[in-house]
């Protein structure tokens, strides 16, 4: 065990961090302590009020799109990067967008899904070599597009 003189020593080091890191002014330890108390609930507010500027910015956003559908795609090197969003989930949505990259010869490399309301998808396709070359990122847009609303219209 320590020795008592080290350890009001290293209680001693450890409320001088204290009082540098809260900006307290106080000498006394109980006055650092109730200075930090009140620097903790000052950092609690201004989260809270994060993360409610936070969450009405994203209501704001989805809001916009929440009545809407829609496909990005975007060509890269050898393949695509493909957005699906959806403000509804339709049964076999996903399913007919998969069917899509592979009528259109294109291997899907690494994909993220969330079919919970509202659907999204993102995903990074190859060409195949001999099926998909020169296939032009507007065509696979639209297809998309008419998968989504096969599956809209079906339901």
């Keep these: ?13 450890k409320l001088q961090l204290l009082r540098s890191d809260t900006d307290s002014h106080a000498q006394s330890s109980t006055s ?3 200075d930090a108390s009140k620097y903790i609930e000052e950092l609690k507010h201004k989260i809270k009020d994060l993360v409610e500027d936070n969450n009405s910015c994203l209501r704001s956003i989805t809001g916009d799109r929440m009545n809407q559908m829609g496909v990005t795609v975007q060509a890269q090197e050898k393949g695509f990067l493909v ?21 259109l010869g294109i291997d899907v490399l690494d994909a993220r899904v969330s079919c919970i309301k509202p ?15 020169g296939i ?8 998309m597009l008419q998968a989504l609303k096969n599956c809209r219209e079906g339901d």
Excluded: N
């Design 136 to 143: 032009d990122s507007e065509v696979v847009r639209e297809a």
């Design 32 to 34: 650092i302590l109730l």
């Design 83 to 103: 957005r699906v969003f959806s403000e509804k989930s339709y049964p076999d949505l996903l399913v007919s967008i998969l069917r899509v990259f592979e009528d």
């Design 1 to 13: 065990m320590l020795p008592k003189e080290q350890r009001r020593s290293s209680s001693h080091d």
């Design 119 to 133: 659907f999204r998808l993102e995903a990074v396709g190859r060409e195949v070599k001999g099926r998909a070359e």
